[in-house]
């Protein structure tokens, strides 16, 4: 096509006045919608705070959820590494309504699954994944800087109830959340455990719930009920425990002393004593301690400190050391025992001597001291058979001429001791087994066995030759006898009329010949069957035959 052929354009003038195009409707659309989210933002957005953590497992950003009371507050908007390289910083994001959780004493944790003393926890969190719970707290200030716990904390601020400090020498198998008792019904919990900064004892918070918390007052004992307490004595074999609970996570329980009077509330965050066990929280409170010393000449057969002290079957304290010694002079070795000990546990009777010294000018330890020339002594018995286990005993003794020698010490009971009962019975069977080997048991046995032999032989002869010449006079008076009683008889016969007195007299004495006669025959036969019986006399029995 030429040039010529192409259409001339025609040029019109705009339009003043004309409406906008409608290509511009969308971007007024998206303006509008960008500026009602930032509005909605503005309002809706609350305070943003950077917590610190140990590390950051299960922490996501732009996913991970802060919640309170598992409700969503925030949200977790980044997690970097922090300055010292050596945790993770949290930087969350709070809604417009939580804002009162940046009070300064607020906490902050992450919600994990857990399985502790407490129970299982965070099971949720298997699903969901995990969260960062928050207590919130009551202070006034604010705060956008936190640092986070590595686990939930044993008392939120919205639990009602006191907390109280606890000092142990041995926490034993306690640990957070481990239950608190009263009366044996769970009241309570051990809220934080750590080792004191001198490293000898252990400092708890244990936190007791209303309204059981007006329960302890300022002269409460708390003790620790961990695990089985097991008892053998006199009396049997008892065992007893709070609860399943205690055995496995351990407990503490408190309670007051039948003795002690009512006494007001404690305030919160007072400090008690947790003692080892019922016992001990129970007994009554020591008052000054005294020094006993004594010395023995027996071994404590793998016993050491800790042997109990006893005096009228009173526990009035324990050894606190052995030292074993050597006495050149008599070349022989000896114990020092050490132990401390609290008088006042005898009660009454301690009282009464203090009374009693005190009219004489002496004080409560001269008073002891004085026991000594009574008869005090110090001897070791054994407590149980079956393990061996031994006590110190302080009882009276008869005075003997040669009474040990005691060297006073100021404000230290120097007892004298006695050998152990154990000891005696052991010196008694040793010297009956040296006075049994003594005996000359087998010089005993021959002289035996040869009186045997020389008895044997006497009745041997007593058989060829004695029983035989007995027996020859018995059959020789038995003629005689015999004769005599023809005799009496012809003279009845032949002199004496029937019913005369000589007549009664001669028949009288031939009844009195005939009973001889069959007693000597009875006798003889008796000796032929027992010729023993001229050396050892006649067996236990009957009368030789023929006797009448």
């Known amino acids: 096509m030429s040039d010529e052929q192409l259409p001339i354009p025609v040029v019109k003038p705009a339009r003043k006045g004309g409406r906008p195009s409608a290509v511009w409707i969308v971007p007024m659309i998206a303006l509008i919608a960008a500026g009602a989210l930032a509005v909605k933002s503005y309002f809706s957005t609350g305070p943003t705070i950077r917590i610190t953590f140990e590390t950051a497992d299960g922490i996501e ?19 970097d ?60 200030e604010e705060s956008d800087e936190f640092t986070g716990l590595e686990k939930p904390p044993g008392v939120t601020h919205d639990q009602q109830g006191t907390r109280f400090k606890l ?8 640990a957070p959340q481990s239950p608190v008792y009263v009366v044996h019904q769970n009241v309570g919990k051990v809220s934080a455990l750590e080792l004191a900064p001198d490293g000898k004892t252990v400092d708890m918070e244990v936190f007791i719930q209303a309204p059981y918390d007006k329960l302890v007052t300022t002269s409460t004992v708390f003790w620790n009920t961990s695990g089985l307490d097991v008892t053998l004595d006199a009396s049997g074999l008892r065992v007893s425990t709070p609860s399943l609970a205690s055995v496995v996570a351990g407990g503490v329980e408190f309670g007051t002393r039948p003795s002690d009077p009512p006494t007001p509330p404690a305030p919160e965050n007072q400090r008690f004593v947790l003692f080892e066990d019922h016992h001990h929280a129970m007994a009554i409170p020591d008052r000054e301690p005294l020094v006993v010393e004594m010395r023995f000449d027996e071994p404590f057969r793998g016993n050491g ?33 050490r132990a401390i000990v609290f008088p006042h ?8 001597l203090v009374e009693e010294g005190q009219r004489s000018g002496l004080s409560g330890p001269q ?80 002289d035996v066995g ?22 020859n006079t018995l059959a020789q008076a038995g003629v005689a006898m015999g004769a005599l009683r023809d005799s009496l ?40 069957s027992h010729p023993e019986s001229l050396v050892r006399g006649r067996a236990s029995g009957g009368e030789p035959k023929g006797s009448k």
């Open 61 to 79: 950003g732009g996913k991970s959820e802060v919640r309170y009371k598992n409700v969503p507050v925030g949200t977790v908007v980044s997690v």
């Open 81 to 140: 590494l922090a300055k010292d390289r050596k945790h993770i910083v949290a930087t969350v994001e709070l809604t417009r309504g939580a804002a009162m959780l940046t009070a300064k004493d607020s906490q902050f944790w992450v919600e994990r699954p857990r399985i502790g003393v407490g129970g299982v926890s965070g099971l949720g969190t298997l699903l969901s994944g995990a969260y960062i719970g928050v207590d919130v707290g009551v202070a006034k």
């Open 167 to 174: 000092t142990a020498t041995d926490a034993g198998s306690l």
């Open 305 to 337: 400190a800790g042997v109990n002290v006893e005096m009228l079957g009173v526990h009035i304290g324990d050894i606190g050391s052995i030292s074993p010694g050597y006495d050149s002079a008599t070349r022989t070795f000896f114990y020092d025992a």
């Open 345 to 352: 546990r005898l009660g009454a009777a301690y009282d009464s």
């Open 367 to 446: 008073v002891l001291q004085s026991l000594v020339a009574r008869g005090l002594r110090a001897q070791m018995k054994s407590s149980n058979f079956l393990t061996g286990a031994y006590y110190i005993d302080l009882a009276f003794f008869p005075p003997k001429r040669n009474a040990p020698v005691v060297v006073e010490k100021p404000n230290v009971w120097v007892i004298p001791t006695e050998h152990g009962s154990s000891e005696q019975i052991t010196d008694q069977v040793a010297s009956i087994l040296t006075k049994l080997d003594n005996i000359p048991f087998a010089e005993i046995g021959q």
């Open 450 to 471: 040869n009186t045997t032999r020389a008895a044997s032989q006497l009745l041997g002869n007593l058989d060829r030759t004695v029983v035989p010449g007995v027996q």
């Open 489 to 528: 008889t012809a003279l009845r016969d032949n002199v004496a009329a029937p019913d005369s007195a000589i007549q009664q007299s001669v028949r009288t004495s031939l009844e009195q010949l005939d009973r001889a006669a069959y007693s000597l025959r009875g006798l003889a036969d008796y000796l032929k």
